[in-house]
């Protein structure tokens, strides 16, 4: 396919023929104007606004099915390659469980074709050797997702990319998060298309890694009522709360590189999760408070890395201008979990990485602000009191909870909670899942 055909083809894939149209009218309007009055300057402009929105939010509406149908025709002309395995995170970026699952791909002996998905022209992080790269959304894309024996994600991507698996491929879905108490999209938000979504989910993926009954339960309710196959293999992020001290010691340390912190500061982590309806309500804690609180409980002296939930990520950088020196942001951070394993505690409101951190024995807390707000839009999966993490419905209880913090009561808490949920992780989850793909990638004689 020559060189022009392909980049047709790829604005075909990414946009369609009718958003193509209308942007190509925007674009000889815009030529045109240049030429003649400023009537049509004037009309430029409503273009630019109201008009042209609409026009575009109508061509991709038509376009969808097209869309479809050209992903599909192109996508079924690409042969599977049994040791291709293609691996895509919604961040964009190395980082959860498709990180330590490529990880463990490359430390075995056995011969893969590893593809990892981006969203930038060039990969950006920490990548190891031996990856393959390819931008999300194009042409190429498809491509290596066609020829993949193997495709494994952490949330519904293919399914609103209205792509479909081929006979003889495998969709392994990771998720990216554990135990969370916060109920999912999928439980929560109706309509004609989650409906879609959810059957898009159950025909699409074939294997549900799974940490706990919990988990089980919670991932028939929201997407997949009577599929797939649930894998208990543990959650392979979660194995670098297992690793060894001085692996997880370069792993601190990269942290602090990272963020520019001084080492003998003790770190502790805020991250609120994503509201429906609110958003920068971690501007008003009282950080400098916060800080004092810690010392006085812990000692030492704290640095407070903040990082918001990955939809905010571009409204957060004017919020963090107004914070105080003792804060530091960690949201363009590739992996959480990380910062996970260098955080000496945390807080959060109800975000699910909370659960992970559990694993580490560390203090945790929660703060419930705008708790009726969020209870009646989001809702739970459980009574948060039934968790082991002091609760905090304002500031001045969270700074007791802080001070007053027993790790005596704390730590068999944490235990009893794990058992109740019938979670099993213990380290073993990456190896556990490639197993899985080197049974499907390279089958025994």
Known sequence: MSSFLSKILDRLVRLGPFSCLVLAVKRLAALAVRAVTLALRLVMALLNATVFRWCLRAAKIIDYPFRALIKRWYMQSVPIRDNRVVLITFQGTFTCNPRMIAEELLSAPEDYDLVWVVKDDAPVGDYPLGLRFV??????FYRELAGARVIVENTNILERLQV????????????????????????????????????RARETVDCMLCDSDFDVDVFRGAYWKD?????????PRNDIFFWPEDRKRAVVDKVYRTLGIAPEKKLFLYAPTHSDTLDASFTALPYEKLARALHDRFGGEWQIVVRVHNRLKKQSRAWFRTLPDCVSDATMYDDMQDILVAAEAGLTDYSSWIFDFMLTYKPAFVITLHYD?????????????????????????????????DDAAYRPAVAAFLASKGCMEDGQASARTAEKIRALTHPAP
């Open 164 to 199: 479909r698996k081929k006979p003889g491929q495998t969709v392994i879905q990771t998720w990216h998060g554990s135990l969370g108490i916060k109920r999912l999209d999928g439980d929560v938000v109706r309509g004609l298309r989650w409906d879609i979504l959810a059957r």
């Open 227 to 235: 599929a797939p196959e649930y894998l208990m293999t543990g959650h």
């Open 135 to 140: 931008r999300y959304d194009t042409l190429p």
């Open 373 to 405: 707000v969020f209870a009646a839009n989001r809702g739970f999966y459980y009574p948060l009191e039934s968790t082991p993490f002091p609760i905090a419905p304002d500031v001045k209880t969270l700074l007791h909870n802080i001070r007053a913090f």
